[in-house]
C-alpha cells in the first residue's frame, strides 16, 4: 500500500472505474479544471477524452438530470458539484426523480447515480460557499448518503456507490483532501452502510461524520490524558446508518454524543440522538449530546468563523459533560 | 396520394390508416377514463390529452422501437403511440399490481421500459433533462438512438427547458424537443404568462433546428417530427418541434373547465371544428375509405378498451406487504 491523499484517492476511483467500465462518465462543472475540484479530478480529461469528462455550462438542473436520463438508460454516471450550495438548483432531478423513480415504477427502472458534492466550509466563503446539507438529503428515502473522512474511504466508498445501482449522494470535504492515508491501488469497495471504529474505548461514545471524525480522534488524545477512554466511531454512510456498530458500542459505554459539522435542528445528529434515545434508552447512563453548528448561516469574518465551526476541543468539553 | 417515397411530404395511405388507428384508439381510451372518473370508479389524477392526439401519433410515428419517449402528467397517449400495454395502463389507472408501474404510479407515472417508455411524471419539465440524458447515453455508447422529450408550453417557462436545450445542441445530442402547445399551463393562458408566443424561437436562440407546426395534422406533425428524427440520426443534433394544439378537457379530469379564460368556451368551439381525428377520418375517406371500415376500426378499438377495463377491474390491489420494496434496487455489479 501506498500513502496517497484523500484528493488523489477520490481521483484514482475515478480513474479506475473508468478504465474498468465505459459505462462511467463524469459531468459537471469544472470537471476539467483544478480551480474547482482540486487534485481530485486532474487530467482526467487528459486519460479518457472530453465526451466522457463532460465540464458543463452553469445548468445545474439540466446537468444533474441529463445525469439521472443517462443512469436511467444503463450508463454509470457521477455527476459533481463543487459546491454544494449550487445543488440546490438540481433539487428536482435529484429529490423528485433520481430518488423516486426506482418506487414509482415498481423496481422496473433504477437509476444508478452517484452525484458527488463537495462542502468548502472556511476560508471566509460565506453563507452560499461552505454549506454542509447531509441532512437535507438524508431525509429523502431512494437516496443514499455517504461521507468518506479517510483516503482509504474515499476511493472505497466512490467505488461502492457507483457500482450500487442507486442514486448516492456522496459528499466529500475540501478540509480532508490534504489527509494522507494509506491506499490499496486495487479498485475496492468500502460497503455502504457500514460504520467503522477508528478508536476503541469504554466510557463513552462518539458518532462523528467526516472530517469531525478527525477532530474526534483528536479530542480522544486528549480525554485520554484525562482517563476518559472515549470510541470513536466513524459514520462513513449517513443514510442508512450503521445502527449494529453505533448500537454495540453504547452498549458498552452507556453515552453518547454525536458530533456532525452541519446544522444541529433537524440534522443527522438529531436522527442518530433520537433512534438512539428511542430504542437503547434503558443502556444509558448520560443524556446525548450533540455537537454541531448553531443555526445560523456561515459567517464570513474569521473571527466569527471560529467561532462558528466546532472542533476538537467542542467534543471534550460534551464528553465531559456525558461524564459527569 | 404519393407512393413516390417522399413520404415526409405525403403521407402514405398505409401509415395515414395506422395514425388514424392510433389516435381513435388513444381518444376511446380517454373518454373511457373521463367516464370512469366521473363515476368515481378510478380516483388517481387523470389529465387528459383529448384534441391533442395528433401530437403523439405523429411524433411517435417518427420514431423506431428502441428509441426513448418521455413524458409528462399528460402522457397516456405517449405511452400508447410508442406501444404502451393498454391493459397495463388502464390497471395502473385503477391501482392494480397489474398496472404498469405496479400500482405505485397511476395515471401520471406510466413505463414501458420495453417499448422505451422509462417513466412519466407531473414535476412540469422534470424529463427534459432526462431526455437529454438518454440522448447522451445513445452518444456515449455510439449508438443512433433518438430520445424523444413530450412537454407542454406551461414546461417552457421552467429553467429545465432553456438548460436542456442548450445542453443539447452544444454537445449535438439526439433529442427531439415536443412542444405540445395547447394554449394552457394549468389554469393560465398562455397570453397571461409570455409576452411573446414565441417558444418555437427558443431553438434558434439555443442553437438547435425548430420548427412550428399545425400540431392537429398528424400528418404534418409527422412529416416534421421525420425530417427532425432523420437529421438527429445523421448527427445533425438536437431539434425542438413545436405543435400548435388544444386541450378540450380542463387541466385535470373529464370536465371542459369552461370558467378558466374569458375566450375559453369560444376557443373550444374553434378548436373542435379541428378536431384532428375527424380531420384524418375525412383525408381517409376522400382516398375512397369506406364507412364500413371506419366502423370496424371503432368497434375494435371499444372491445379492446372494454377488455382492458375488465382486466383491470378483476386484477388484485398491490398487497400492503408491499409497501416499503423497490425503493431501492439490489446491489448490482461489483
Known sequence: ?324 | MSQDGHENREVSDERLMSCFRGMLRIRLAEERIGRLVESREVRTPCHLSIGQEAVAVGVCSSLRSDDTVWGGHRSHGHYLAKGGDLNAMMAEIFGKATGCSGGRGGSMHLAAPAQGIFGTVPLVAATIPLAVGAALAAKLRGIDQVAAAFFGDGATDEGHFHESLNLAALNRLPVLFVCENNGYSTHLALQERRLKDNIVDSAELHGLHGCGVDGNDVQAVYAAAADAVQRMRAGGGPALLECRTYRWCGHVGPAQDLDVGKHRQQELQEWMQRDPIARVRERLTSRGLGQDVIEGLYRQATEEIDVAVEFARTSPAPDESDLLQHVSVARRGI
Open chain 1, 1 to 324: 500500500m501506498r500513502a496517497l491523499t484523500y484528493a488523489q484517492a477520490i481521483r484514482e476511483a475515478h480513474a479506475q472505474l473508468m478504465a474498468e467500465d465505459p459505462r462511467v462518465f463524469l459531468i459537471g462543472q469544472g470537471v476539467r479544471n483544478p480551480w474547482y475540484a482540486g487534485t481530485s479530478l486532474q487530467d482526467l480529461d487528459k486519460e479518457f477524452g472530453c465526451d466522457r469528462v463532460i465540464d458543463s455550462p452553469v445548468a445545474e438542473n439540466a446537468t444533474t438530470g441529463a445525469a439521472v436520463g443517462a443512469a436511467i438508460m444503463g450508463m454509470r454516471p457521477i455527476v459533481f458539484h463543487p459546491r454544494m450550495d449550487f445543488m440546490l438548483l438540481a433539487m428536482d432531478p435529484i429529490v423528485n426523480q433520481a430518488a423516486n423513480w426506482s418506487y414509482l415504477f415498481a423496481g422496473r427502472v433504477s437509476v444508478p447515480l452517484v452525484i458527488r458534492a463537495v462542502i468548502n466550509r472556511g476560508g471566509e466563503q460565506g453563507a452560499q460557499h461552505s454549506q454542509a446539507l447531509q441532512a437535507l438529503f438524508a431525509h429523502v428515502p431512494g437516496l443514499k448518503v455517504v461521507m468518506p473522512a479517510t483516503p482509504y474511504d474515499a476511493k472505497g466508498l466512490l467505488v461502492a456507490a457507483v457500482n450500487d445501482g442507486n442514486p448516492v449522494l456522496y459528499i466529500d470535504d475540501r478540509w480532508l483532501y490534504e489527509k494522507q492515508g494509506d491506499v490499496p491501488d486495487s479498485l475496492y469497495g468500502v460497503p455502504l452502510g457500514k460504520a467503522a471504529v477508528r478508536r476503541s474505548g469504554r466510557h463513552v461514545t462518539v458518532v462523528a461524520t467526516s472530517c469531525m471524525v478527525h477532530e474526534a480522534l483528536q479530542a480522544a488524545d486528549t480525554l485520554a490524558t484525562r482517563g476518559i477512554e472515549a470510541e470513536v466511531i466513524d459514520l462513513r454512510t449517513i443514510k442508512p446508518w450503521d445502527r449494529d456498530v453505533v448500537f454495540s458500542s453504547i452498549g458498552k459505554t452507556g453515552r453518547m454524543v454525536v458530533a456532525d459539522a452541519a446544522w444541529m435542528s433537524g440534522g443527522v445528529a438529531a436522527d442518530i440522538a433520537a433512534t438512539v434515545a428511542g430504542e437503547l434508552f434503558h443502556a444509558l447512563t448520560a443524556p446525548i449530546i450533540r455537537v454541531c453548528l448553531p443555526d445560523a448561516p456561515a459567517p464570513t469574518a474569521t473571527s466569527l468563523e471560529q467561532a462558528y465551526y466546532v472542533n476538537a476541543n467542542d467534543i471534550v468539553v460534551a464528553v465531559e459533560k456525558t461524564m459527569r
